[in-house]
């Protein structure tokens, strides 16, 4: 049914395989629970989860006009950002509209990894190719050979610190360095896609010993699989390409113009977006939480008079909040936080508020999280 | 998920292809999804329910059952009126994933057609096999 024989494998496909259910996503199978998704998501937010996160397209980018390459290719000063910085960016096309968003790793002055989504990565490759047209660097694809591991949760320091010689509490986050994971080669990376602390890994194994990571992590953290990654994303209101945003959406309008550099100029969509700036976005992206009822991808959202306001771009069950919650777009001027509009749900409208991201509390959950605070 | 099946099949109920199971206590007919149903959904967070009083048809739509990520549709094993709904599913809609035969049931119908409509449901071994079938598509 959703799997057949085209679809690729990642290193850790045969766990998948025997501990999970598996669906097709962006080519590969990919488990979409273990056990269960409540249990996988609360996990993260209460110790430490891992996610086989190694679908994601993993690119090197290196040479004498890297640096001059990333700064035509992005909306964000990447090249004056000190060694060892991950940065959270977007690729974006002459329009402005997003291309894909992705993490650049600021290596040294003459190296990038770029890592991106899985389902774009093809594109993303052809986008570079056509942008550095003319410079001289090469784009390596590092995605075969290597395994990319998420640790994530208050517990992700302890899970992942007995497997690297790396002082992982005196990382930042959105930093990263090169150092080992069970004697492997491997780049270790403070970021993540859950709203928890924790680290993405990098191991540079495509095999056995990817595995051996795997398994010894699990001595301090719960397997999670695509279920978990969703409704996890969703509460910490982080945006998932090709469902939130894609290439008819700008910046603005994803709640995202903070990762635009305003001194910046002369990079892919800038023209656009400076005129965008002036006028402002016609939609924004926003947070819902329901009373009842659970929004899903392409629900009408309207005001308490019945009319069309928005849609709604991404929906699922909060495990935290134990309500459903959603992502989505309402046109300008929208409405504030906390006021009421209405999500229709199979035709029947269904009372929601207006939310912050994260939905969570985020003195409770999350990486803002009082110390100690683990529940 | 590893073989042999995992899936509960109990004896004495009647099984749709849509996967729900009745259970008839005399006039009455108690019905909910199955094993198979509740694994595949997993964890089950809402559900939408009939109105006591609710004319259904055979395989006609009753209510939804939603788990994280999708909405399903409820589909009735016999036409009849329903006489009651499982008020507990509302504030614990995880009782069909931990008990889809027994506190996990859903609706309960007064029957109308029970000998006629009987010959179209699935029997346990039929609707195991069903399963079966499912599973191994879904392995390969």
Same mark, same amino acid.
């Given at each position: 049914m959703?799997?057949?024989?085209?679809?690729?494998?990642?290193?850790?496909?045969?766990?998948?395989?025997?501990?999970?259910?598996?669906?097709?996503?962006?080519?590969?199978?990919?488990p979409?629970?273990?056990? $269960?998704?409540?249990?996988?998501?609360?996990?993260?937010?209460?110790?430490?989860?891992?996610?086989d996160?190694?679908?994601?397209?993993?690119?090197?980018?290196?040479?004498?006009?890297?640096?001059?390459?990333v700064?035509?290719?992005?909306?964000?000063?990447?090249?004056k950002?000190?060694?060892?910085k991950?940065?959270?960016?977007?690729?974006?096309?002459?329009?402005?509209?997003?291309?894909?968003?992705?993490?650049?790793l600021?290596?040294?002055?003459?190296?990038?990894?770029?890592?991106?989504?899985?389902?774009?990565?093809?594109?993303?490759?052809?986008?570079?190719?056509?942008?550095?047209?003319?410079?001289?660097f090469?784009?390596?694809?590092?995605?075969?050979?290597?395994?990319?591991?998420?640790?994530?949760?208050?517990?992700?320091?302890?899970?992942?610190?007995?497997?690297?010689?790396?002082?992982?509490?005196?990382?930042?986050?959105?930093?990263?360095?090169?150092?080992?994971?069970?004697?492997?080669?491997?780049v270790?990376?403070?970021?993540?896609?859950?709203?928890?602390?924790?680290?993405?890994?990098?191991?540079h194994?495509?095999?056995?010993?990817a595995?051996?990571?795997?398994?010894?992590?699990?001595?301090?953290?719960?397997?999670?699989?695509?279920?978990?990654?969703?409704?996890?994303?969703?509460?910490?209101?982080?945006?998932?390409?090709?469902?939130?945003?894609?290439?008819?959406t700008?910046?603005?309008?994803?709640?995202?113009?903070?990762?635009?550099?305003?001194?910046?100029?002369?990079?892919?969509?800038?023209?656009?977006?400076s005129?965008?700036?002036?006028?402002?976005?016609?939609?924004?992206?926003?947070g819902i939480?329901?009373?009842?009822?659970?929004?899903?991808?392409?629900?009408?959202?309207?005001?308490?008079?019945?009319?069309?306001?928005?849609v709604?771009?991404?929906?699922?069950?909060?495990?935290?909040?134990?309500?459903?919650?959603?992502?989505?777009?309402?046109?300008?001027?929208?409405?504030?936080?906390?006021?009421?509009?209405?999500?229709?749900?199979?035709?029947?409208? $269904?009372n929601?508020?207006?939310?912050?991201?994260?939905?969570y509390?985020d $003195?409770?959950?999350?990486?803002?999280?009082?110390?100690?605070?683990?529940? | 998920?590893?073989?042999?099946?995992?899936?509960?099949?109990?004896?004495?109920?009647?099984?749709?292809?849509?996967?729900?199971?009745?259970?008839?206590?005399?006039?009455?007919?108690?019905?909910?999804i199955?094993?198979?149903?509740?694994?595949?959904?997993?964890?089950?967070?809402?559900?939408?329910?009939?109105?006591?009083?609710?004319?259904?048809?055979?395989?006609?739509?009753?209510?939804?059952?939603?788990?994280?990520k999708?909405?399903?549709?409820?589909?009735?094993?016999?036409?009849?009126?329903?006489?009651?709904?499982?008020?507990?599913?509302?504030?614990?809609?995880?009782?069909?994933?931990?008990?889809?035969?027994?506190?996990?049931?859903?609706?309960?119908?007064?029957?109308?057609?029970?000998?006629?409509?009987?010959?179209?449901?699935?029997?346990?071994?039929?609707?195991?096999?069903?399963?079966?079938?499912?599973?191994?598509?879904?392995?390969?």
């Amino acid at each position: 049914m959703a799997t057949t024989k085209a679809n690729k494998h990642t290193p850790l496909y045969e766990f998948h395989r025997t501990h999970g259910k598996m669906v097709e996503f962006a080519g590969y199978d990919m488990p979409i629970w273990y056990t $269960s998704t409540i249990e996988e998501h609360m996990a993260v937010r209460n110790r430490a989860g891992i996610f086989d996160v190694s679908h994601m397209g993993r690119v090197d980018v290196t040479g004498p006009d890297a640096a001059r390459f990333v700064e035509s290719l992005f909306p964000t000063g990447i090249a004056k950002q000190p060694n060892g910085k991950s940065v959270y960016t977007l690729l974006l096309n002459e329009d402005a509209g997003i291309v894909d968003d992705l993490i650049v790793l600021k290596v040294e002055e003459g190296k990038y990894l770029i890592v991106v989504n899985a389902a774009t990565k093809e594109k993303d490759l052809r986008h570079m190719e056509r942008v550095g047209a003319g410079l001289n660097f090469k784009v390596d694809d590092i995605t075969e050979a290597t395994t990319m591991i998420a640790v994530q949760g208050p517990s992700a320091v302890e899970a992942l610190q007995p497997l690297t010689p790396l002082p992982l509490a005196d990382m930042k986050r959105f930093t990263h360095a090169f150092s080992t994971v069970k004697g492997i080669k491997s780049v270790i990376t403070r970021t993540g896609y859950t709203g928890e602390d924790g680290f993405e890994i990098i191991v540079h194994d495509a095999a056995s010993g990817a595995m051996a990571v795997w398994e010894a992590l699990m001595e301090g953290a719960t397997p999670c699989a695509l279920g978990a990654r969703d409704s996890l994303r969703l509460e910490a209101g982080l945006p998932l390409y090709g469902s939130d945003m894609d290439e008819a959406t700008n910046p603005l309008e994803a709640d995202l113009g903070w990762v635009v550099s305003k001194d910046k100029i002369s990079y892919v969509g800038w023209e656009s977006l400076s005129s965008l700036m002036q006028k402002g976005p016609a939609r924004v992206r926003r947070g819902i939480v329901m009373d009842e009822r659970i929004p899903r991808h392409g629900f009408k959202v309207t005001d308490r008079a019945g009319e069309e306001i928005g849609v709604v771009t991404s929906g699922t069950y909060s495990p935290v909040l134990k309500r459903g919650i959603a992502m989505g777009y309402v046109k300008t001027p929208s409405p504030q936080l906390g006021d009421t509009v209405m999500v229709v749900v199979r035709d029947a409208p $269904s009372n929601g508020k207006i939310a912050k991201f994260p939905v969570y509390d985020d $003195s409770m959950y999350g990486w803002k999280r009082r110390p100690h605070q683990q529940l | 998920m590893s073989n042999p099946s995992p899936y509960q099949v109990p004896d004495g109920l009647y099984y749709t292809k849509e996967h729900e199971w009745a259970r008839v206590t005399g006039g009455t007919a108690r019905v909910g999804i199955t094993d198979y149903a509740a694994k595949t959904l997993n964890d089950i967070v809402y559900l939408t329910l009939p109105p006591v009083g609710k004319e259904v048809k055979q395989l006609g739509s009753f209510g939804t059952v939603e788990s994280i990520k999708a909405v399903s549709e409820l589909y009735a094993p016999l036409s009849g009126t329903v006489v009651g709904t499982n008020q507990e599913l509302t504030n614990h809609p995880e009782l069909i994933n931990q008990s889809p035969y027994d506190s996990g049931w859903i609706i309960e119908l007064k029957h109308s057609m029970l000998e006629e409509e009987k010959k179209s449901l699935l029997s346990p071994r039929q609707y195991e096999e069903l399963v079966k079938s499912l599973d191994a598509e879904h392995q390969s």
